[in-house]
Nanobody
Framework: VQLQASGGGLVQPGGSLRLSCQPSERTFDWVATAWFRQAPGKEREFVASINWRGSSKNYKNSVKGRFIISRDNAVKNTVYLRMDNLKPEDTAVYFC?????????????????WGQGTQVTVSS
């Protein structure tokens, strides 16, 4: 199984984007999916996560109120990240990742399967 992240692009400050994370085939053993991001010269950081049922969501503090994570299990278990009011500091490569762990946090090692990343650039 591979993860395909898409939806990135160049947007002005205050703009919006919606990222998608879709697996190459349907699977039923993932506990949760998360979005991480990595800016040049910085470590990969957690952005948001959602469990299989969509009943548990977690966000990085700096994106709360601006980003929304959601999923549609009817569409091949696709996970979305809606990003509104984007800021230049949101510029990074965004990765989606999944985990089979029942207990997971916001650390990259908690997630075992990663997509290839999609570039988000916020600039005027």
């Amino acid at each position: 199984v591979q993860l395909q992240a898409s939806g990135g692009g160049l947007v002005q400050p205050g703009g919006s984007l919606r990222l998608s994370c879709q697996p190459s085939e349907r699977t039923f053993d993932w506990v949760a999916t998360a979005w991480f991001r990595q800016a040049p010269g910085k470590e990969r950081e957690f952005v948001a996560s959602i469990n299989w049922r969509g009943s548990s969501k977690n966000y990085k503090n700096s994106v709360k109120g601006r980003f929304i994570i959601s999923r549609d299990n009817a569409v091949k278990n696709t996970v979305y990240l809606r990003m509104d009011n984007l800021k230049p500091e949101d510029t990074a490569v965004y990765f989606c990742a999944t985990t089979q762990r029942q207990r997971y946090g916001d650390s990259p090692p908690d997630f075992s399967l990663w997509g290839q990343g999609t570039q988000v650039t916020v600039s005027s």
